[in-house]
């Protein structure tokens, strides 16, 4: 229902009907020991029906041990460019850089500012807690500065991780 509503709030703002596109984000462990994984960043469309509803697009998949200090901001960079010209839906003029298309694009030059035949928005963001704290710097849970994106509880606040009712207590 969240989804829903925050289409029909972009398609408000748009002033036309858009298709909801959701990214989700994975670790994806690749041998027998669990110690290698693969991260992957997919694409679905929340809410659709049949064919549809189970699809997932990848968008990127690199092994666990190529991530550097600014592999996700690189990787984000360049999908929010791409959602951006999907809300518009025009082809990109130039690279996500800024940089002109080189001769290796040359197909992607040619569609350059044409219409791309439909708009959408992103309308959800899927991960486990690690994903969101590597990609989008939330908190983690053992942080000492706060562990919560919705409130400032902290790991001393909790007195017994194992009794919710004490949580509900100290959570501030």
Known sequence: ?????????????????????????????????????????????????????GLRLPVTTLSRKMIGPHTWHDIMEVIAWSFRHLAAGVWPLKRHDGSDFSKADARRAKSAGQPLGIRGALVEVRGDWKMFAEVFGFPKWNNSAGLCWRCNCTPDQITDVGSNASWRRTRT
Do not use: I
Request: glycine share 12%; proline share 6%; net charge negative.
């Open 1 to 53: 229902p969240k989804s829903q509503q925050h289409l029909e709030s972009c398609e408000a703002k748009a002033g036309c009907q858009l298709v909801g596109v959701g990214l989700w984000g994975d670790g994806v462990p690749c041998n027998w020991d669990r110690t290698e994984s693969a991260e992957c960043f997919s694409v679905n469309l929340p809410g659709q029906a049949k064919d549809y509803k």
